[in-house]
Nanobody, 113 residues
Framework: QVQLVESGGGLVQPGGSLRLSCAAS????????MAWYRQAPGKQRELVAS?????NYIDSVRGRFTISRDNAKNTVYLQMNSLKPEDTAVYYC?????????WGQGTQVTVSS
């Protein structure tokens, strides 16, 4: 069984920064793609950033967010800078582990003054 555990969400003022982490544990042979999604109230879940050997971002976060991974720790990170109120959402990590899809439990990010 594989589990993804997220941490790092919280309340931050506009212009502030947060760093999200998501660690996979269990019987892991390989992790291919890692990504962060988010879901704001009343909206569909959207892909924010993904990483394999390259990274991809949606336009609204490019230049502000950075996705990275530590393969030795089976962990993916999302560094979020210059946060805006519209970044408020529940953030979910996602990984392809042993050729299966897994989701984290979600962590709330609230950007408000």
């Amino acid at each position: 069984q594989v589990q993804l555990v997220e941490s790092g969400g919280g309340l931050v003022q506009p212009g502030g920064s947060l760093r999200l982490s998501c660690a996979a544990s269990g019987s892991i042979r390989s992790i291919y793609r890692m990504a962060w999604y988010r879901q704001a109230p009343g909206k569909q879940r959207e892909l924010v950033a993904s990483i394999t050997s390259v990274t991809n971002y949606i336009d609204s976060v490019r230049g502000r967010f950075t996705i990275s991974r530590d393969n030795a720790k089976n962990t993916v990170y999302l560094q979020m800078n210059s946060l805006k109120p519209e970044d408020t959402a529940v953030y979910y990590c996602w990984m392809v582990v042993n050729d299966r899809n897994y989701w984290g439990q979600g962590t709330q990010v609230t950007v408000s003054s």
